[in-house]
C-alpha cells in the first residue's frame, strides 16, 4: 500500500504540475490586463502540434522543437491575442465584455483551424519522455520516467521564473507593471513592451504544459479544451489570481486530489474532484484575487 502512495503521489505531482504551469499562465495574463483570456488553453494545443510538426514530420532535434514550438505560441500570443485582439479591445468602451467575447470566437476558431490542418484524430506524441511499458524500478516503486521529466522541466522553469521575477530588470519591471499600469509608467518603464512580455510568457508556458502533457491525451483537441482547459483556470482560481507560485500550488492540489481520488474511491470520480475544489474555494474565498465584482 505505502508503494501505491507514493507512486500515485508522483504521479499526482507531475499531473500537478503541469495544471499548474497552464494556471500559472492565466495569472500572469490577469495580473497585467485583468482579464481572463478564454482562448488561454488553446495554446497548450497549438504547443503540442507545432512540436509534434516539428520533431515527428520535419525531424527536427527534440531541443530545436521544444524551443520551436513555445517560441511559435509565444509569438502568437504577441501577433494575435495582443495586437489583433487586445490592442483594439482595450481603447474601446466596452472592450472588456468584446474580449472575452473575441477570445471564445478565437478558441473555436483554433480548434477549426487544427482540425483543417492537421486532422480530427489524435496522433500519438513520440516517446521522447520515456515508454510507457519501460517504466523506472527502484525495488518495488514504479515510476513513469515522463513524471520525472515533467518534475524536471516544470522545476527549471520555476526557478528561471523566479530568477527573472526578481533578480532582473525586465522582471522587476513586469512585476511593477502587474501591480499597477500608470504607476509603472510614471516611473519610465514601457508598459506596453511590458504587456507584450506577459503575453508571450503566459502563451509560452502554456505551450510547454500541452507539450508534457501531450503523452497522456496524445496530441489532440482534448489539450485544447474540455477538462483540462477547465482544470488549469481552477488551479489559478485556487492558487489566488495575484499569487503566480498560488497558481503552481493550486494544480498540484488538484493533481495529487484527482489521483488519490482514483486510488481510493474511484476513476469516476477522477474529474469532478476538480469541480468540488474550486466551488470549495469560491465559497470559502469568493473574491477571486481583488477581481471587480
Request: net charge positive.
Amino acid at each position: 500500500m505505502f508503494t501505491q502512495v507514493v507512486q500515485n503521489a508522483i504521479s499526482g505531482l507531475a499531473m500537478g504540475l503541469c495544471y499548474g504551469l497552464i494556471g500559472l499562465g492565466v495569472v500572469l495574463f490577469w495580473q497585467t490586463t485583468k482579464l481572463i483570456n478564454f482562448a488561454h488553453i488553446s495554446s497548450a494545443m497549438l504547443g503540442a502540434y507545432l512540436f509534434y510538426t516539428s520533431y515527428v514530420l520535419l525531424k527536427y532535434p527534440f531541443a530545436v522543437s521544444f524551443i520551436l514550438a513555445v517560441t511559435g505560441v509565444a509569438l502568437y500570443g504577441i501577433f494575435v491575442l495582443k495586437r489583433f485582439i487586445y490592442n483594439p479591445l482595450s481603447a474601446r468602451e466596452g472592450g472588456r465584455l468584446e474580449f472575452v467575447i473575441a477570445t471564445l470566437m478565437l478558441c473555436v476558431f483554433l480548434l477549426n483551424a487544427v482540425i483543417s490542418i492537421w486532422g480530427g484524430i489524435p496522433l500519438p506524441f513520440p516517446p521522447v519522455f520515456g515508454e510507457p511499458n519501460h517504466p523506472l524500478r527502484i525495488g518495488s516503486l514504479v515510476i513513469q520516467v515522463h513524471s520525472l521529466w515533467v518534475l524536471g522541466i516544470v522545476g527549471a522553469v520555476v526557478v528561471g521564473l523566479q530568477y527573472f521575477f526578481y533578480h532582473t530588470l525586465t522582471g522587476k519591471s513586469l512585476r511593477a507593471t502587474a501591480q499597477n499600469k500608470e504607476t509603472a509608467s510614471l516611473m519610465g518603464i514601457d508598459v506596453n513592451r511590458m504587456l507584450t512580455l506577459s503575453f508571450a510568457l503566459s502563451t509560452g508556458l502554456t505551450a510547454i504544459a500541452g507539450i508534457l502533457l501531450a503523452p497522456i491525451y496524445f496530441v489532440s483537441l482534448e489539450l485544447g479544451g474540455g477538462i483540462i482547459g477547465i482544470k488549469g483556470f481552477a488551479s489559478a482560481v485556487i492558487g489566488g489570481l495575484e499569487n503566480p507560485l498560488g497558481a503552481l500550488l493550486g494544480g498540484l492540489m488538484i493533481g495529487l486530489a484527482e489521483n488519490f481520488v482514483v486510488l481510493y474511491v474511484s476513476s469516476t470520480y477522477r474529474d469532478a474532484i476538480t469541480f468540488l475544489l474550486l466551488i470549495l474555494f469560491l465559497v470559502l474565498r469568493p473574491r477571486m484575487g481583488g477581481a471587480e465584482a
